[in-house]
């Protein structure tokens, strides 16, 4: 048998309006993102003043409380046009913003509303040089030293790495010598003044046969202190 999904009304409203943007304002652009390799800065704030950053957050903070198939809907437009700018639309709904909204403190919650409401791309900082994405091979610490963690690590083809303010590193934990599993720490950096946290550095760029218009980089941290 086959299952038709059969969208509301809602919905439809939706992805006329993310087709309509894609059409008209993302579309004419991907080439020359394409080109020149630089992040769509244009496109991100089409993007917010459409509403599509940040559609998963709660109402009360801000969001539109919507659902990841409202999400994809919009993504789906995105990438039928331009997959940097549905690259971005991911990572303005899923991923990291996701998993503090899921599991993050009120405080927390709130201050990654306001940068990805904002329109920052948050980046998600998993992937290491000798374990991919296998989170079971991870080797960068979380030390916890008094009220802070001390990171140390590298992270590799980090989406966003130069442009994105939030970031949410994962990081072995330790207290002493005894390890305490896995644990997502967030850190916010400043890239327009140029300036991050004493420890946190954006190292090389990856070149890319694709997506070309997003950095993929390293990052490394070198006694990264978060506060508890």
């Known amino acids: 048998p086959i299952c038709m999904l059969e969208l509301s009304e809602s919905q439809k409203h939706l992805q006329d309006a993310a087709r309509k943007l894609a059409r008209k304002v993302i579309?004419?652009?991907?080439?020359?993102?394409?080109?020149?390799?630089?992040?769509?800065?244009?496109?991100?704030?089409?993007?917010?003043?459409?509403?599509?950053?940040?559609?998963?957050?709660?109402?009360?903070?801000?969001?539109?409380?919507?659902?990841?198939?409202?999400?994809?809907?919009?993504?789906?437009?995105?990438?039928?046009?331009?997959?940097?700018?549905?690259?971005?639309?991911?990572?303005?709904?899923?991923?990291?913003?996701?998993?503090?909204?899921?599991?993050?403190?009120?405080?927390?919650?709130?201050?990654?509303?306001?940068?990805?409401?904002?329109?920052?791309?948050?980046?998600?900082?998993?992937?290491?040089?000798?374990a991919g994405s296998a989170a079971s091979e991870m080797t960068t610490r979380a030390d916890k030293k008094g009220d802070v963690y001390v990171l140390n690590g590298i992270k590799h083809w980090i989406t966003g790495g130069g442009v994105s303010k939030l970031h949410l590193i994962f990081a072995r934990v330790f207290d002493g010598a005894e390890a305490e599993g896995i644990a997502g720490f967030i850190c916010v950096r400043a890239p327009d003044a140029g300036i991050g946290p004493k420890g946190l550095t954006i190292g090389r760029r990856e070149p890319a046969m694709g997506l070309r218009g997003i950095p993929e980089t390293e990052i490394i941290l070198e006694n990264l202190e978060i506060p508890a």
């Open 27 to 130: 579309g004419p652009r991907a080439a020359e993102i394409d080109r020149s390799e630089e992040y769509p800065w244009d496109n991100v704030r089409a993007l917010t003043l459409g509403g599509f950053m940040g559609m998963t957050i709660p109402q009360n903070l801000g969001g539109l409380g919507l659902g990841y198939l409202e999400a994809v809907l919009v993504i789906e437009e995105m990438a039928k046009v331009c997959g940097v700018t549905a690259r971005i639309v991911v990572e303005g709904n899923m991923g990291a913003i996701g998993a503090i909204m899921a599991y993050g403190t009120e405080d927390q919650k709130k201050l990654a509303s306001e940068l990805v409401l904002a329109g920052d791309k948050p980046a998600i900082c998993i992937t290491e040089p000798g």
